[in-house]
């Protein structure tokens, strides 16, 4: 039986595989336990006691200072905040707070995870913007950053660094992997932050109007909590010491404004959809062809299966 470790373990990804782990959805991969790893890793008992099961550890460290890890056979590194607020009000502070957490995890897992498959969760924001003309973006893409507003340009940065740091570990005979995560939906997704996605559902269930506010085309897509978890688990489980890098997340874009639209119709809320009258676009989607040739993983869930299952869990929640 193996052990997994989340590094980072409190937030939207730790949260969906702790749910995955307590549906025995990890039973491909023998996880029997695993060590949710955050900086008040305690706080999961008040906010999410039913994820907290006999097998799972809880371990209240700093990535950025601890002085050891636990060893484990899988390793996800998932800690970095997705509040865009953050970014914004501090994005130097946010920017050091990755790598510091990155730069001090490589030290320490040349220590304690040498027989460790481990994968690293970056972004999509490395690629910086994409291309209007660009339907997806592979992993051989280079953008420029220097295009990006002052927060995302500090995050896109910092995961570059990371990325970077993980690479070299393979260079150290460590079995690593990098996944480029996009834009997700599921029933731990917060609903007060920059995610639309997140907001529309908050909207739905409290019967509240879906506003959108953009007067320009975005296209976003969204990968389900459950694909998520499978996709992490699969890339962990092929990390060896050339650390491949696969993009996360749906290929299926849908303009904004649709989503609004459709969300609002199957739950008999108002919506207020302003017309497009800017021609710039705002794309954020990967292509996902490297991920499903090398490692045959499909989306099994659509959006609306996605949004569908996510908002009856979260009316059972309430």
């Known amino acids: 039986m ?21 549906r025995n959805l990890l039973a491909p991969w023998h996880i029997s336990k695993i060590i949710v790893m955050s900086r008040n890793a ?128 393979g260079q150290y005979g460590l ?17 007060d932050q920059h995610f639309a996605i997140g907001n529309f559902i908050d ?10 506010n953009a007067t320009h085309q975005v296209y976003r897509s969204y990968m389900y909590a459950d694909d998520l978890v499978e996709w992490l688990m699969t890339i962990a489980d092929n990390s060896s010491t050339d650390c491949p890098i696969y993009n996360v997340g749906s290929d299926q874009a849908i303009l904004v404004n649709d989503l609004a639209k459709e969300m609002a119709e199957s739950y008999h809320v108002e919506s207020e959809i302003p017309l497009i009258s800017d021609s710039s676009i705002d794309r954020y989607i990967p292509s996902i062809k490297k991920t499903k040739n090398d490692l045959g993983l499909i989306l099994k869930y659509t959006l609306r299966e996605s949004i569908t299952e996510t908002v009856r869990q979260l009316r059972i929640k309430k």
């Open 2 to 22: 193996k052990t997994l470790l989340v590094i980072g373990g409190s937030g939207f990804f730790g949260k969906s595989i702790l749910d995955a782990f307590s």
């Open 42 to 169: 305690n706080k999961l008992l008040h906010d999410t006691p039913d994820l907290v099961g006999q097998n799972v550890q809880l371990y209240s460290a700093d990535i950025t200072n601890t002085e050891s890890l636990p060893f484990a056979d899988y390793v996800i590194h998932a800690a970095a905040s997705t509040d865009v607020r953050n970014y914004l009000s501090s994005p130097e502070g946010e920017k050091k707070n990755i790598q510091a957490g990155t730069y001090h995890f490589c030290d320490l897992a040349k220590i304690h995870h040498q027989n460790s498959k481990i994968v690293y969760v970056s972004s999509g924001a490395v690629y910086g913007v994409q291309p209007a003309n660009l339907d997806g973006i592979d992993e051989s893409f280079v953008g420029d950053l220097s295009k990006m507003a002052t927060g995302k340009q500090d995050y896109a940065i910092a995961k570059q660094d990371a990325e970077k740091a993980i690479i070299d570990l």
């Open 175 to 191: 079995n690593v992997s990098i996944a480029r995560c996009f834009a997700f939906v599921g029933k731990y997704l917060p609903l």
């Open 203 to 212: 909207d739905v269930l409290k019967n509240r109007p879906i506003v959108v």
